[in-house]
């Protein structure tokens, strides 16, 4: 009984649009929900940087290196805040990543996708980074106080990496056949998986139901999708490329893109773990975590003498 | 040679130095032991190919424009990198990782703390900028060495051993040819003879701290300043060179 009236003033919090504290009581579903989505936002950050560090060695400037590293920097800085953000919740990062490991905490399938020649650098910044961002803008406002935190911090660092993308791919546009050959080809391959990056359409999406009555998921996910197609349509014309959609046009009726079909058998397997990159970016991550653990170890044990020499030195 | 192509060449060993030691450290990324530590060799990484940048634009001036800090950067052959052996080194472990920062970051600390006061006031700003970096680099390089020296017996040995095989690398450093001699007399360069002193002790601080041992007198390797590299630099220039040898027309 007690409970039920805890969930009643739960709800009642939540429809006032206030933040939900660490230390407030939750719903156990609400707290689950929130280690799943922030712990897969927060691998996902870090499972991202495989794609993009892959050509940090082969930057063709040193400019172009520069923002490339500063860019994975951040997007290191980001998997660290919301590790934070879910271990407010009472889950550890080793328990995170022995869940990575294991299957059970997925990331976003996008990184699936192998980061083939240049051009892919721009089209991940323009087309994957400007996908996140529209969910994470609608996600400033979700009701669990450190993640929608985390989003406003995250935000405001993707709104430039969103840029820095779309210049690449204008320098490609702007550049020889070849250039502009690779940008065409990131932009063939990535464009289907950015939409898809929203997830399944709302009738056939399991989550949303709880998800939106608590707030934690504030639009659906063919609104955000929907939101992402028109602001990016006009972009892509503008330097040249073109969008690998024949159903792709302007509905003057709605104001909106019309888009064609999702293969969302694809998508699902990609999910299931068929897709061309799965594997090779689990190994990776459980093969470096795996080679560092001497070092991990090293400092731990480095931590302890140091205490209990101190505690010795105080003794005597 | 002239004092503009002396200065040229100067320019250019420190811009090396930076360039191929930060494309070392970028291949480490999402390769760290624990998150914190892949963003920190990233964030030296991206130190040094910006004091790289500083440095090679530096050069493409004195040059009068005729070639630009990344055709500097990305187009000459291996013969003509000038940097140390010791920063091409492959990273063979996070042990072999640490100790090549080390080295470097603690002459790093004495050199540029002496360029700062260098006639050339280009030199002396992209010192003064540098210095400040330098330090955090060379307290993260000595704060490791003394977790994996004084951690677990496998991280002992690991370190020790990293310790030994870079050392060799280390003389070069410290040595002082006719460029170095011309651009002292005109009150540009520095002086590293007696840094060298400074430098062993500072090693020796950090390993003894570490309960390491200091390498014992070996045969120095040299050759990096002439031109002459180790096997590894053909493979880290041409992943580095990839897309501006393979597509000369183009621009990025």
Redesign the interface.
Same mark, same amino acid.
């Given at each position: 009984m007690k409970n039920l009236h805890n969930d009643e003033s739960f709800q009642k919090r939540i429809d006032a649009n206030e933040h939900v504290e660490p230390r407030d009581y939750m719903p156990e579903g609400y707290r689950k929900h929130l280690i799943r989505q922030i712990s897969q936002h927060a691998h996902s950050e870090?499972i991202g940087?495989?794609p993009e560090?892959n050509w940090?060695?082969?930057a063709?400037?040193?400019?172009?290196?520069?923002i490339l590293?500063?860019k994975?920097?951040d997007e290191?800085?980001h @998997?660290?805040y919301l590790?934070s953000a879910a271990e407010t919740l009472g889950v550890s990062r080793e328990e995170m990543i022995e869940q990575l490991h294991s299957g059970k905490a997925k990331y976003s399938n996008i990184f699936n996708y192998p980061a083939l020649n240049?051009a892919d650098i721009g089209a991940i910044g323009w087309l994957v980074d400007g996908a996140a961002i529209v969910n994470q803008v609608s996600l400033q406002r979700t009701s669990y106080g450190p993640y929608s935190r985390a989003m406003i911090r995250i935000c405001k660092e993707e709104s430039f990496h969103q840029r820095q993308g779309y210049e690449i791919m204008c320098?490609m546009m702007a @550049?020889?056949l070849?250039?502009k050959q690779m940008a065409q080809d990131a932009m063939n391959r990535w464009w289907w998986p950015a939409l898809m990056m929203f997830g399944p359409h709302d009738s056939d999406s399991p989550h949303t139901g709880d998800a939106v009555k608590w707030k934690i998921k504030r639009e659906s996910n063919d609104t955000l999708r929907q939101k992402f197609i028109d602001k990016t349509v006009q972009q892509a014309e503008l330097i040249g490329l073109v969008i690998p959609d024949k159903d792709l046009k302007w509905n003057a009726q709605n104001g909106h893109y019309d888009h064609g079909t999702i293969n969302w058998e694809e998508f699902f397997e990609v999910i299931n773990g068929k897709g061309p990159c799965n594997k090779q970016r689990l190994e990776?991550?459980k093969k470096?975590h795996l080679? @560092?653990?001497?070092?991990?170890?090293?400092?731990t044990?480095?931590k302890m003498?140091k205490i209990k020499r101190e505690r010795h030195h105080l003794t005597h | 040679m002239n004092s503009k192509e002396i200065l040229y060449n100067y320019c250019l060993r420190l811009g090396d130095d930076a360039l191929i030691l930060?494309?070392r450290l970028?291949?480490l990324?999402?390769?760290?032991?624990?998150?914190?530590?892949?963003?920190a060799q #990233?964030?030296i990484?991206?130190d040094m190919?910006?004091r790289?940048?500083a440095l090679?634009n530096y050069a493409s001036e004195i040059n009068g424009g005729k070639n630009t800090?990344?055709d500097i950067?990305?187009r000459r052959p291996e013969f003509q990198y000038r940097n140390h052996l010791l920063v091409e080194q492959p990273n063979e472990d996070?042990a072999h990782v640490i100790a090549r920062q080390l080295y470097i970051s603690a002459f790093e600390v004495l050199f540029y703390g002496s360029l700062e006061n260098s006639k050339d006031s280009i030199l002396a700003s992209i010192a003064s900028k540098t210095i400040k970096e330098i330090k955090y680099h060379l307290q993260h390089a000595s704060d490791w060495t003394?977790?994996?020296g004084?951690? #677990?017996p496998?991280?002992t040995f690991?370190m020790q051993r990293a310790i030994n095989n870079l050392w060799m690398y280390t003389g070069e450093l410290f040595e002082m040819d006719s460029i170095d001699d011309q651009l002292l007399k005109s009150g540009i360069g520095v002086d590293k003879s007696p840094l060298i002193e400074k430098w062993r002790k500072q090693i020796q601080a950090t390993l003894s701290e570490a309960t390491l041992t200091m390498p014992e007198e070996m045969f120095m390797q040299s050759g990096g300043k002439q031109g002459v590299h180790t096997e590894h630099m053909g493979h880290l220039l041409s992943?580095?060179q990839?897309?501006?040898r393979a597509?000369p027309?183009?621009?990025?």
């Open positions: 870090v940087m495989q560090g940090i060695t082969r063709p400037s040193l400019r172009a290196k520069q590293l500063a994975i920097q290191g800085g @998997g660290l590790y240049w320098k @550049g020889t070849e250039q990776h991550h470096y080679e @560092g653990e001497w070092v991990r170890e090293a400092a044990a480095h003498k | 930060g494309q970028s291949e990324c999402s390769k760290g032991p624990i998150l914190e530590e892949d963003l #990233t964030n990484a991206l190919i910006g790289a940048q090679f800090a990344d950067a990305y996070f003394v977790r994996l004084d951690g #677990t496998e991280s690991k992943e580095m990839y897309l501006q597509y027309d183009a621009k990025w």
